[in-house]
């Protein structure tokens, strides 16, 4: 889709937002081959002279498959448990990956608070352009662990969105496990149809059927639409694809893969 080549192409600063589904396989533990193809992919984007940063869920998958128990456990604090034990093992994954490369991490745990705190706010932009400015890689996500529904953000989709609006991205990528917004679920409906173009996100969801989210995943494509619809207000376009396709960015960049890309509604 030319579209998206030309999107990726002219965009400097990129969010890159990884999902659950993604990074895990069919038995919920993390999907290695497919995680250090991506950050191979992000490297490259790094070599053409992009600034990247990565929102990345993935820690209650590696929290599961650090220790091999609780992944059944209904409670909120085996759920928090798992999400610090797996926070470690998916830095320490993004650290061996990007290290390949020569390329640092960092990592940076927020919360809702966090965004509607001007002074935390502040502290968030200086951190994220420093490291940006050092050649190193955030890694964000939502702190798990002491996330309640008073401060949590509640979807890495909305993380992403806020990441981007924040930094002022040129463009927000949301890797997931479906090739794009679809009129009908994919899924349960064979000759359901791949929306390549939107323009307005608000009115989407009206449109389609938008079925429901996974097992592994805090959201679904409702919340997907949601955040193209916060950021392309500010004039960031968002372009979802299919990340468990081998080299999906890279092809994108290069025209041989299709997904949707919603616009940004205000030029920057």
């Not at 250090?36 to 929290?63: D, R």
Request: charged fraction near 25%; include cysteine; aromatic fraction near 4%.
């Amino acid at each position: 889709m030319e579209q998206l080549r030309e999107t990726i192409e002219k965009s400097r600063k990129i969010v890159i937002k990884i999902g659950s589904n993604v990074l895990s396989n069919e038995k919920g533990t993390v999907n290695k081959a497919v995680m250090h193809s991506i950050v191979e992919q992000v490297c490259g984007l790094i070599n053409m002279g992009k600034q990247v940063m990565l929102v990345s869920s993935g820690a209650g998958i590696c929290g599961v498959g650090a220790i091999n128990k609780w992944s059944r456990r209904g409670d909120i604090n085996y759920k928090q448990a798992l999400c610090a034990i797996g926070q470690v093992e998916l830095m320490m994954a993004y650290k061996e990956y990007f290290g390949d490369y020569g390329i640092h991490v960092a990592q940076m745990l927020l919360t809702r608070d966090d965004f509607d705190d001007p002074h935390r706010t502040l502290n968030i932009r200086n951190a994220m352009f420093t490291l940006i400015d050092e050649n190193v890689v955030p890694v964000i996500n939502e702190n798990d662990s002491v996330s309640v529904d008073e401060i949590k953000i509640g979807d890495n989709d909305t993380l992403g969105a806020l990441t981007a609006t924040l930094w002022n991205a040129d463009l927000m990528i949301v890797l997931s496990d479906i090739d794009g917004v679809f009129d009908r679920d994919p899924k349960s409906c064979g000759d359901a149809r791949l929306i390549e173009l939107v323009e307005n996100a608000e009115e989407l969801t009206a449109a389609i059927d938008i079925g429901e989210k996974s097992s592994f995943g805090t959201g679904g494509i409702a919340t997907k639409i949601e955040a193209a619809a916060r950021i392309n207000k500010f004039g960031i376009p968002m372009i979802l694809l299919n990340g468990s396709k081998e080299n999906i960015i890279i092809d994108s960049l290069e025209g041989r893969a299709k997904g949707t890309l919603f616009l940004g509604t205000i030029g920057k």
